[in-house]
């Protein structure tokens, strides 16, 4: 059979096409898309409130460990961990950890209509999250959720991502969560096509890539799962960026991941030293960091409509940080190779600063996270995009960090940066994110800002891509409504 006269455009320029749509698809306006997460939120009745560990229902301390599983012994639990670095003021310490051995799904469905690629996206309650209803991928669900450990109603769509034909798959790759809070926890990020008819659900609309970059920047709008699987979205070949690059960038992370020494080892949660258990929350002894407490759930919208669980809540709001420099071809931003005690393999690509600035207050400046008063003291000229996002929303309460990227200012980055340091273009970072265990969670987020294009990768991009702290037109319009539902408590 001869080819198509007229080849069908890649992946990446089809998607490129839907990132240039951002004010209304062919479903919904952008505008009004908030309010349409208020009305599935005020659809269902959900509830989440503070309860002490002795109530949870199927949950329970190990005798012996006191470790914190669940009946089943699926879902995950609470253990502690040994940690020990070569690097940081802190080289040795304990902590509790969420372990969750099962590859979980994280999957977005699209299709074109009328040319134009869509994405399948969901209104999904989390118990966590400070907006419970957040814009979510197709599929979020772990494995014991879509084989019914918990005996609930089945999960939509599910069957796109269990089996998906090859010539569908745009994205397909394991990923890591947060090294912080998870054990060596893995996602599977999937975006697949379909030219199938779908029908779509009540807490389903398709939306185009454009308007998910307008939604970003609204606080607490668009969920973790959804960012990182954004982060996945291929950009468009540059023939301008020389292969000897790519190496270099490859050689001197790989040189990073090999000079560190990490040990991470699983032990008791009974054995955990500078950390205390009450009959509500376990905390450190100094109050910083985070707890483990907690939760009766009600979730109208979900597989399940009640359950308990612990979930893990910082102690303080993060700072999530790109420096950005202009380059003769765009934008450039400054990647750290972070160690983390969680991770599965030493280090991974991490924001320029990533840290809950409360936690490190009493240091002494030079102990503290290096280029965090650079972000901190940035002046609004210089922040080309600032959103308050929530992290994980079914394993983490009021997990938020103030996401930034930052133009730096003369004198904040040394001409001879740190060795774990380097300059990286939005391009290559998104060439790296095909493959599993190169960017933690957090640099995804904010490489899903220029997935999306909501933030513009090419020097001398005017509009709403020029600086994130002057809204555009369509966020202008916003008036976002209380995404929370009437029915939502919270117990102190």
């Given at each position: 059979?001869s080819a198509p006269l007229f080849p069908r455009p890649s992946a990446a320029e089809r ?361 901190l003291r940035a002046t609004p000229d210089r922040i080309m995009y600032e959103a308050v ?51 933690n969670v957090q640099a995804r987020s904010l490489l899903s800002l220029f997935t999306t ?40």
């Amino acid at each position: 059979m001869s080819a198509p006269l007229f080849p069908r455009p890649s992946a990446a320029e089809r998607l490129a096409r839907s990132a240039a749509v951002t004010d209304a698809g062919s479903w919904l306006r952008t505008r009004d898309v908030p309010r349409w997460l208020a009305r599935r939120a005020h659809a269902h009745r959900f509830a989440v409130q503070r309860i002490p560990f002795a109530a949870l229902d199927g949950w329970a301390f190990a005798p012996g460990t006191g470790n914190l599983i669940h009946h089943s012994g699926r879902f995950f639990t609470v253990e502690g961990l040994r940690v020990s670095v070569d690097t940081g003021p802190f080289r040795t310490w304990q902590q509790p950890i969420i372990r969750q051995p099962e590859v979980g799904i994280l999957g977005i469905l699209t299709k074109e209509f009328d040319g134009v690629p869509h994405f399948l996206m969901q209104a999904k309650m989390e118990p966590g999250n400070p907006n419970p209803v957040q814009l979510s991928p197709t599929v979020q669900a772990t494995r014991s959720n879509y084989t019914k450990v918990h005996r609930g109603a089945d999960v939509p769509y599910l069957g796109h991502f269990l089996r998906p034909r090859a010539a569908h798959v745009v994205a397909d790759v394991l990923q890591s969560e947060h090294g912080s809070w998870f054990y060596r926890k893995r996602n599977r990020n999937m975006i697949v096509e379909t030219m199938d008819d779908v029908p779509v659900g009540d807490d389903f609309c398709w939306l185009t890539l454009g308007q998910i970059g307008e939604l970003l920047r609204i606080d607490n709008l668009v969920n973790m799962d959804a960012r990182t699987v954004l982060s996945c979205v291929p950009l468009p070949d540059r023939g301008d960026e020389p292969l000897h690059d790519d190496t270099g960038l490859l050689s001197w992370f790989i040189t990073e991941r090999s000079r560190h020494t990490v040990g991470s080892e699983l032990m008791a949660l009974n054995d955990v030293s500078g950390w205390r258990r009450t009959p509500c929350e376990i905390e450190h002894e100094d109050g910083r960091y985070f707890r483990v407490v907690a939760v009766a759930v009600e979730a109208g919208s979900r597989e399940v409509s009640g359950w308990t669980q612990p979930l893990i809540e910082p102690v303080g709001r993060g700072v999530t940080a790109f420096l950005t420099r202009r380059s003769g071809e765009g934008v450039e931003v400054l990647v750290r190779a972070q160690v983390e005690g969680g991770l599965l393999d030493t280090v991974e690509l991490a924001p320029t600063v990533q840290c809950v600035p409360d936690n490190h207050a009493w240091l002494p400046p030079a102990d503290r996270p290096r280029f965090l008063d650079a972000v901190l003291r940035a002046t609004p000229d210089r922040i080309m995009y600032e959103a308050v996002h929530s992290e994980e929303g079914g394993r983490f309460r009021n997990a938020e960090s103030r996401y930034l990227l930052v133009e730096a200012a003369a004198g904040d980055v040394p001409d001879v940066l740190p060795p774990d340091y380097r300059w990286v273009s939005p391009a290559r970072l998104a060439a790296l994110v095909r493959h599993g265990h190169y960017l933690n969670v957090q640099a995804r987020s904010l490489l899903s800002l220029f997935t999306t294009r909501a933030v513009a990768l090419e020097r001398g991009s005017s509009g709403r891509h020029d600086n994130g702290t002057h809204a555009s037109p369509a966020q202008r319009a916003y008036s976002q409504p209380n995404l929370s539902g009437a029915a939502v408590t919270a117990a102190p």
